[in-house]
């Protein structure tokens, strides 16, 4: 009986996996990539991503997630919509100024793939709800404004040995870095949490910038799913639009840190 019952939940699993003849069609040009095959697909469309922030990076990660054939996208941020945001918000439309950020992204990403399932949560995420946010889910981007929040997701992240995707942006210039548990370096390994706090809506954005690095968010976080290519590991990209200066630094992990220092 049990050796059906494994038949069974391994039938549905590959079943689960198939890429239908839309799908096949939709993604079409990303599966004449180099090296890129129907298995990184079925491994992007069978995975769940946490999206902590759905603003100028985030709502521009999800949107490249959503086109490339995530599976599921799980949004956490808190708050209505301003006029204010608009200027890098790309999910979000004039009408629904007012409106709650997270309704909005969902219906702009069912609107673009409805085949991408979305769940939203209307909350910052805190020790609190960080667990439940986290469940189920195979890599969490981080991209809300505030590092309180970012060093909550990256606690949590490493304690369930969950990959994400770390990036921030100030004016003209942007960072970008993996978190893998136990093999990279974490958040608090470089910020430690008497760095002092920058003011969540304090500082200068183009949205242009924004959007760059959302886009190289969502580029890792499909590396990292799939296996294809070769994502930022103990490294950091960090630029400057200004002059268009990229560059990759060399970040090591602190066995000493109090978050990651204890993981194998």
């Not at 997630?65 to 200027?87: P, Q, W």
């Not at 690095?213 to 630029?239: A, D, H, N, W």
């Not at 630094?249 to 000493?256: A, M, S, V």
Request: aromatic content about 6%.
């Amino acid at each position: 009986m049990q050796g059906l019952e494994r038949n069974i939940v391994k039938l549905l699993i590959e079943k689960s996996s198939q890429l239908s003849e839309i799908e096949m069609e939709r993604y079409r040009r990303q599966l004449m990539l180099h090296g890129f095959t129907e298995e990184h697909q079925r491994k992007l469309k069978d995975s769940t991503a946490l999206i902590a922030g759905i603003g100028g990076l985030g709502g521009t990660a999800a949107i490249y997630l959503a086109v490339a054939g995530i599976g599921k996208m799980v949004f956490a941020h808190y708050g209505n919509l301003t006029l204010s945001n608009m200027n890098r918000q790309i999910l979000m439309r004039h009408d629904w100024i007012g409106g709650s950020r997270v309704e909005q992204a969902m219906r702009t990403i069912e609107e673009i793939n409805p085949d991408v399932e979305v769940e939203v949560f209307n909350e910052r995420t805190s020790e609190g709800n960080v667990e439940r946010l986290l469940d189920g889910i195979q890599i969490a981007l981080s991209a809300r404004p505030n590092f309180r929040e970012r060093r909550i997701l990256n606690n949590a992240c490493v304690n369930k040995k969950i990959p994400m995707v770390e990036a921030a942006m100030n004016g003209m210039e942007g960072y970008l870095f993996n978190v893998i548990p136990g093999i990279t370096s974490c958040l608090n390994c470089l910020y430690p949490e008497d760095n002092p706090e920058w003011e969540e809506l304090g500082f200068p954005v183009l949205g242009a910038v924004s959007g760059v690095l959302g886009c190289l968010m969502s580029i890792e976080t499909i590396k990292l799913l799939t296996g294809y290519g070769k994502p930022l590991r103990s490294q950091m990209l960090v630029f400057n639009t200004l002059d268009l200066d990229f560059r990759k630094l060399n970040i090591k992990r602190d066995i000493q840190c109090r978050v990651c220092g204890n993981l194998n």
